[in-house]
């Protein structure tokens, strides 16, 4: 970032940003809302949405790709990178998208998808026809794995990479007798960023929608851009986190990331946040530490393996709420002063955060709730997920025949049909964790179809929509969306919910999550019930409780904090401010 860097503004000795006191909204446009009536959303639903965002107060809208694109990934498959998708509209309406989101003071940051394209891509056509194009080394073309006779027709992938989307992340190809590389779908094939004109071109789409106007992009798998060397065998016993651990962090990725920076995003008064599977907080800071000129923030996956075997995705695994805690922890420390800390729970490839990390029967409410006051109360940027702020749970779909990820059914298919797995288990498991979850359409309110489409939505609306939608949600004060809203004008009053520092208090107790967040301007502290029983939290340690005010509550004004020990109710979380020091 380049802007004000003259007269930087420090609080608690970290360099003021407006994007570091920023609520993110992801809009996944597929799902958001539909204007004409195809089943699908698009850019002038969302243009009909922007009161609502406005009303909620969020800063900035990053919008899950609107290019033009086959749609084998939903969009993070493009075909071209200066198009917008003709199901979602036109170029004029993303300029129009531009203008009203102006005037509401909302930016726009777009998903940079550039560790591959689609195969559609005019340059992975050209790629494709012959081995000297001028595009093929565009893409990363190996030859096949000679048997060990030597037999050439026995031919075998390059190596024993596998793709995300399941099988060899290799796709043979007999025109040219070459596989090439795609880390996702077989329809996603990845770009040689060591090809400096793939790197300029990349450049050179980036100050394309720059240009525009807009505030910057999220980066798609930022990661896995840089290769390992000599595209060896990999031994995936090495990397316990699993795939993403064995592709991320390539040798030459920030050399890469500080060429982005130089040649394109400094000159811009704009942010970036990369998706960041396979970075530890021990290796964050080489990406968002800010003398580094790389990145601005991560998404990082911490939170969201914590409750799936690292060997097998599809496996739940238990975790007690103090390994919750620590990873909140661990990442504030290595990125909290040191670069910047993006603070989110799900997006469009995770279940709804109520039915994972909360609840979604009885305590759905309060659930939902606590967990938007764990997200404004910690430092770093939140990104909230669209639906997320009323409420919107997990859906059921029973037959492999609903889901229309890519993943859930390359998944379905090596595993039942061609391993012969039962398929009983693997349905349950991506009811749990699968991408159709946040993808199912936006609850607007009671009319048919949830309110997101006046034809025939292209994704099942999940039938609770009756009672959990937004009308019902802007119209009753003591809602999931209220609470939304209140939360993000307290941390806009209160710098220090953004710039403070944290504390863990009371680390073992696995039921409340509590912590302290001071500055020089103030200091307050958060309690959050993550147990579906009322649960206690002693307050021993902390001197200045006398005069604490309770800033909001998901329970309503009581709460005084008068004795040492505080009971909570079941969820139920509460934010004081406990010293002003201004
Ligand atoms: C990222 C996106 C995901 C997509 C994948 C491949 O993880 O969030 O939706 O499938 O990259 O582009």
Avoid at 150 to 165: R, T
Avoid at 208 to 234: H, Q, T
Avoid at 400 to 410: K, M, P, T, V, Y
Wanted: glycine share 6%; proline share 3%.
């Amino acid at each position: 970032m380049n802007p004000s860097s003259g007269d930087q503004k420090t609080i608690n000795g970290i360099n003021t940003a407006w994007w570091k006191e920023a609520v993110i909204y992801q809009i996944y446009p597929r799902s958001f809302c539909d204007s004409d009536g195809d089943g699908v959303g698009d850019l002038q639903g969302i243009i009909s949405k922007l009161d609502y965002l406005a009303e909620l107060g969020v800063d900035v809208i990053w919008l899950s790709p609107v290019y033009q694109s086959p749609n084998d990934d939903n969009g993070y498959d493009i075909s071209d990178y200066y198009q917008i998708m003709e199901e979602f509209g036109s170029m004029a309406d993303f300029d129009t998208l531009m203008q009203e989101s102006k005037r509401r003071d909302i930016k726009i940051i777009m998903d940079l998808v550039v560790n591959h394209t689609s195969d559609e891509h005019h340059w992975f056509q050209e790629a494709q026809k012959s081995k000297d194009n001028l595009y093929r080394d565009y893409y990363i073309w190996k030859a096949p794995r000679q048997s060990t006779q030597g037999d050439s027709s026995a031919s075998q992938p390059p190596n024993n990479w596998e793709s995300i989307f399941s099988g060899s992340a290799w796709e043979y190809h007999s025109n040219t007798n070459e596989y090439y590389l795609h880390l996702f779908s077989k329809k996603q094939p990845d770009l040689n960023w060591e090809n400096k004109a793939v790197r300029e071109e990349v450049y050179k789409l980036m100050r394309f929608w720059l240009d525009k106007g807009i505030g910057g992009f999220r980066m798609d798998v930022i990661p896995f851009m840089s290769k390992r060397e000599g595209f060896a065998d990999i031994d995936y016993e090495n990397f316990p986190d699993g795939l993403a651990e064995a592709y991320a962090n390539g040798p030459k990725i920030h050399e890469y990331l500080q060429e982005m920076r130089e040649q394109v995003m400094q000159h811009y008064p704009a942010f970036s946040v990369g998706e960041g599977p396979g970075i530890s907080p021990e290796v964050a800071p080489l990406y968002v530490d800010e003398k580094r000129k790389e990145l601005d923030m991560i998404f990082h996956f911490d939170h969201l393996q914590l409750d799936r075997e690292n060997k097998d995705l599809w496996q739940k695994k238990d975790y007690r709420l103090q390994e919750f805690k620590e990873i909140f922890e661990r990442w504030d420390e290595s990125v909290g002063r040191k670069g910047w800390g993006a603070i989110y729970l799900g997006n469009h490839d995770t279940a709804r955060i109520v039915s994972r990390f909360g609840q979604d029967g009885e305590h759905r409410e309060a659930s939902a709730k606590t967990l938007a006051t764990l997200m404004f109360t910690q430092r770093g940027t939140v990104g909230i997920y669209q639906g997320d702020e009323i409420g919107m749970t997990n859906v059921q779909l029973d037959d492999i025949s609903e889901f229309l990820d890519i993943q859930a059914i390359n998944l379905y298919q090596e595993r039942v049909v061609e391993n012969g797995e039962d398929s009983a288990p693997l349905l349950a498991a991506l009811n749990r964790f699968g991408r159709d979850n946040a993808r199912s359409p936006f609850q607007w309110d009671q009319s048919e179809h949830s309110g997101f489409t006046s034809g025939t939505p292209w994704q099942t609306v999940n039938p609770n929509y009756i009672s959990i939608n937004a009308q019902d949600n802007v119209d009753s004060p003591n809602s999931i969306f209220h609470h939304y809203k209140q939360l993000i004008t307290l941390r806009r009053a209160h710098s220090t919910l953004v710039y403070g520092d944290c504390q863990i208090l009371d680390r073992e107790n696995d039921n409340v999550y509590a912590y302290l967040r001071e500055d020089e301007r103030g200091k307050y502290l958060i309690l959050l019930n993550f147990s579906e029983h009322s649960s206690e939290f002693t307050h021993k340690t902390i001197a200045d409780t006398e005069n604490a005010q309770l800033l909001i509550g998901t329970h309503g004004n009581e709460g005084e904090l008068s004795s040492n020990t505080v009971r909570l109710a079941a969820y139920e979380s509460r934010v004081y401010l406990l010293a002003d020091k201004q």
